[in-house]
């Protein structure tokens, strides 16, 4: 690699010895010192130059390398929390004992992480950021990833003590803890709206609403197990929300989609029409473009289920109607216990613009924690509920319809007993007429 | 005498507004962008219809941050862009200025200190990871290494875009696998079941959940040497780590026996196909620091097949669909076995029922 410019403002930049801190010496890291090189940013550079600056992570050093050799890990849970709350710190006890019981890595034998909620759609001042940095410095470790899996930022490496310190004084600047445990968890939302035109939702707005709304059910983990909120501005889904969550709110728009005939044209001309029958009008799931031989693009929008593709790849030419809500999907998770899961449709769609409307969504999330409160077994995903009672059970539970957008295709197996297939017909009718 | 400090109740604010700490002219815009594209690899370039744009540049991370990266990367956004930034869901982080004469330097800048600009439309981007031995109590491998090794390889693929499409690479340090899926997802996947310290398990775990927790009802209360614990039925056991987390006194973690499986063609999106799951195609993989190399020398094989043969715009997923599985075993060279056949519930969906074969 080119030596850096200025080596002191650079990613590999490691203090000199006479700037070392930390009073406890470093211990040897052969394996870890392994990932110091190579082109991308590395985060043993990173622990080396914060175990310059405190113990704590001098000896973190030393167990991440042990466990390098002996690949195996050393953290075991406990129950740490801050007062009035009863989640949201991870807590880290080492389980490396020497032969007399005492830590081999004293200075990190607690080490715990505290999960804080990032600003919704994860938009930062650098102030903030720096301020951020500058608390968990006073605190903690030093060490912040930006952001765990379920959305928070992970404030890694502090004792008991100090997670109270910590979370004292960033909460007094706006931040609040995020969920841990069986409890309603941290949300994320997309760039959406504030950045992006197939934005069709308020992306943050929906975050906000739903999580805040339940803010004592993220706090004190009090419920079967984890519930995760995610929202999307498109059907895109870059935040994974599907699989990801239990409840995946999703923007979409059920009006047709815009096309600018000038600027399809604009785009055969530059890349070539065989390219555009390649990449758009053929790879459309339901076959609802056209191109027509004057160059100008036809949608079938009856048929077109707002996958996304032609606007993603036209994306000045193609763009989503205006008429716009959201689809809801819920049950999305990986693999314990019962297999994966994605989430399933329960509301094809929604407005999302009155106050009401907003209501309306608050409502389907609370009788959803509610039914699934009353209805889980310990440890069971929301989407797991479902697969064990059925969409059907659920639906009434939550007291929505049914609608053939929940399903792929109707049952296959005719072992089911339908005596009141008369009732069920009324009711679809009753449905009907009332629009 | 000092009275005892009354604890601080808490704020309950929940999640902040992102309002506050937007860039003036996502605010100015918020809801009416127009159209994208993207002048160069690292760089989106949108346009509002008041007629506003923005460049934002995207750089790549380690994803954990201590305050000297985050003050040169701050400095670096105040001085040469506007003094916001967003982090993308794969820890890049994105950095918007409104005139594009700012937009070489702020590469340059980022460039200069060491840090990607990268990441966009059809590249490799960022890998999303767990914690791994660096904090998690159940990890069978370490998260920050594997990634730190893999994008090592991948710099190339992070700062150009000439990938079919976007791959999503995910590792996740357990069966669990909080890493979520992707293109390529490497996880952990035990091969032996847990070893048991009878010791302990009265004491540490709850016996009757950690019955319930396993997939496979292979977990039955049991008294060993006059001990309340548990026992395991190996025949049944699948060895997936579900009984590890509530009862640490079941190690699943083993130095040898804790390999890792590759699954490839997982994807989030709605465009095209619907969202799809990774599937299994290789496995047995030594877990090996501190760099992983077997693994490495796989995703690299995978990724080059998927390179040379995928049409544009195809995922990973989409990919293997139009070319089919026995294609894909062909072109990667990888080994197809008994394990890559499904008999989890609902496996029969997962089997050719058809005389559709590719020749």
């Known amino acids: 690699m080119a030596q850096p410019k200025n080596p002191e403002k650079h990613c590999t930049y490691l203090p000199p010895e006479s700037e070392k801190k930390s009073t406890k010496a470093m211990h040897d890291t052969p394996m870890l010192d392994q990932l110091v090189d190579g082109p991308w940013p590395s985060f043993v550079t990173g622990l080396k130059r914060l175990a310059m600056d405190n113990n704590m992570m001098v000896d973190l050093l030393g167990q991440l390398e042990h466990s390098y050799n002996t690949r195996l890990g050393y953290w075991k849970g406990g129950t740490v929390s801050v007062f009035g709350y009863g989640g949201g710190i991870i807590p880290r006890?080492?389980?490396?004992?020497?032969?007399?019981?005492?830590?081999?890595?004293?200075?990190?034998?607690?080490?715990?992480?505290?999960?804080?909620?990032?600003?919704?759609?994860?938009?930062?001042?650098?102030?903030?950021?720096?301020?951020?940095?500058?608390?968990?410095?006073?605190?903690?470790?030093?060490?912040i990833a930006f952001h765990g899996q379920t959305g928070n930022i992970m404030f890694i490496g502090t004792t008991s003590d100090n997670t109270q310190h910590f979370f004292d004084e960033v909460n007094e600047y706006g931040y609040d803890l995020g969920g841990a445990g069986p409890c309603v968890r941290t949300a994320m939302s997309c760039?959406?709206?504030?950045?992006?035109?197939?934005?069709?939702?308020?992306?943050?707005?929906?975050?906000?609403?739903?999580?805040?709304?339940?803010?004592?059910?993220?706090?004190?983990?009090?419920?079967?197990?984890?519930?995760?909120?995610?929202?999307?501005?498109?059907?895109?889904?870059?935040?994974?929300?599907?699989?990801r969550s239990d409840m995946a709110v999703i923007g979409t728009w059920r009006d047709d989609m815009k096309v600018d005939q000038d600027e399809v044209k604009a785009y055969i001309a530059s890349k070539s029409r065989q390219y555009v029958i390649d990449n758009v009008i053929s790879r459309c799931p339901t076959n609802a473009l056209s191109l027509s031989d004057d160059d100008t693009l036809s949608v079938d929008n009856r048929n077109c289920v707002r996958c996304m593709h032609c606007i993603n790849v036209m994306t000045k030419a193609l763009s989503p109607g205006d008429d716009h809500g959201v689809t809801i999907l819920m049950g999305g998770k990986r693999t314990l216990k019962i297999g994966d899961t994605m989430g399933t449709v329960i509301v094809p769609?929604?407005?999302?613009?009155?106050?009401?409307?907003?209501?309306?969504?608050?409502?389907?999330?609370?009788?959803?924690i509610d039914f699934w409160a009353e209805n889980a077994l310990e440890h069971e995903r929301c989407g797991e509920m479902i697969d064990r009672i059925g969409l059907v059970n659920f639906l009434e539970g939550i007291e929505i319809d049914v609608d053939p957008n929940m399903v792929t295709h109707p049952r296959i197996s005719s072992y089911v007993r339908m005596d009141t297939w008369d009732e069920e017909v009324d009711k679809w009718k009753q449905r009907k007429a009332a629009g | 005498m000092s009275e005892k400090a009354k604890p601080r109740t808490p704020i309950e604010t929940g999640c902040p507004d992102g309002m506050q700490y937007m860039h003036?002219?996502?605010?100015?815009?918020?809801?009416?962008?127009?159209?994208?594209d993207r002048p160069r690899p690292g760089v989106l370039h949108h346009v509002a219809k008041s007629g506003d744009e923005v460049w934002t540049v995207r750089v790549g991370t380690q994803r954990q941050l201590g305050p000297y990266e985050i003050n040169l990367l701050c400095d670096i956004i105040d001085n040469y862009a506007d003094g916001y930034v967003r982090f993308t869901i794969r820890s890049n982080m994105e950095v918007s200025v409104t005139d594009e004469s700012k937009v070489e330097p702020l590469i340059q800048a980022f460039?200069?200190?060491?840090?990607?600009?990268?990441?966009?439309?059809?590249?490799?981007?960022?890998?999303?990871?767990?914690?791994?031995?660096?904090?998690?109590?159940?990890?069978?491998?370490?998260?920050?290494?594997?990634?730190?090794?893999?994008?090592?390889?991948?710099?190339?693929?992070?700062?150009?875009?000439?990938?079919?499409?976007?791959?999503?690479?995910?590792?996740?340090?357990?069966?669990?696998?909080?890493?979520?899926?992707?293109?390529?997802?490497?996880?952990?996947?035990?091969?032996?079941?847990?070893?048991?310290?009878?010791?302990?398990?009265a004491n540490a775990c709850e016996r009757p959940s950690v019955v319930a927790r396993c997939p496979v009802a292979a977990i039955r209360p049991a008294m060993v040497n006059g001990k309340p614990s548990l026992e395991v039925d190996e025949k049944k056991c699948i060895c997936c780590g579900a009984c590890f987390p509530p009862c640490p006194p079941m190690q699943i973690n083993d130095p040898e026996h804790s390999k890792l499986a590759i699954w490839v063609g997982g994807k989030n999106s709605n465009a095209r196909s619907k969202p799809m799951f990774h599937k299994l195609v290789a496995a047995g993989i030594p877990n090996t620091p501190p760099r992983w190399t077997e693994a490495k020398e796989i995703v690299m094989q995978i990724l080059?097949?998927?390179?040379?043969?995928?049409?544009?715009?195809?995922?990973?997923?989409?990919?293997?669909?139009?070319?089919?599985?026995?294609?894909?075993?062909?072109?990667?060279?990888?080994?197809?076995?008994?394990?890559?056949?499904?008999?989890?519930?609902?496996?029969?969906?997962?089997?050719?029922?058809?005389?559709h074969i590719r020749f």
């Open chain 2, 24 to 36: 003036p002219v996502y605010l100015k815009n918020f809801g009416n962008w127009k159209y994208h």
């Open chain 2, 111 to 201: 460039t200069d200190a060491g840090y990607p600009v990268g990441g966009t439309g059809n590249s490799v981007t960022m890998i999303s990871h767990t914690q791994g031995w660096l904090h998690c109590d159940i990890p069978g491998t370490d998260a920050s290494g594997v990634v730190k090794s893999l994008m090592d390889e991948l710099h190339d693929e992070f700062i150009s875009e000439q990938m079919p499409n976007r791959v999503h690479i995910t590792t996740s340090c357990c069966q669990i696998n909080c890493g979520g899926q992707g293109d390529i997802a490497i996880n952990i996947q035990h091969t032996k079941p847990p070893k048991i310290n009878h010791d302990l398990v």
């Open chain 1, 93 to 143: 006890f080492t389980e490396l004992m020497d032969d007399d019981g005492k830590p081999m890595f004293p200075e990190a034998k607690e080490f715990h992480t505290v999960r804080i909620q990032p600003p919704a759609g994860n938009f930062y001042s650098t102030d903030m950021l720096r301020q951020l940095s500058n608390s968990w410095n006073k605190y903690g470790s030093g060490l």
């Open chain 2, 304 to 355: 080059s097949a998927y390179k040379a043969d995928a049409c544009d715009w195809e995922r990973m997923g989409d990919w293997v669909e139009r070319i089919g599985w026995p294609r894909f075993f062909e072109l990667t060279e990888l080994p197809f076995t008994k394990f890559h056949v499904d008999n989890w519930r609902g496996a029969r969906h997962t089997l050719n029922a058809s005389t």
């Open chain 1, 191 to 243: 760039v959406g709206a504030a950045r992006c035109e197939q934005s069709c939702a308020n992306e943050m707005k929906v975050h906000r609403l739903l999580v805040n709304n339940f803010i004592d059910d993220m706090h004190r983990p009090a419920l079967p197990y984890k519930f995760k909120f995610k929202v999307s501005g498109c059907p895109n889904d870059c935040m994974n929300s599907i699989q």
């Open chain 1, 349 to 368: 769609f929604m407005k999302l613009e009155s106050d009401e409307d907003y209501d309306t969504l608050k409502e389907i999330a609370e009788n959803t």
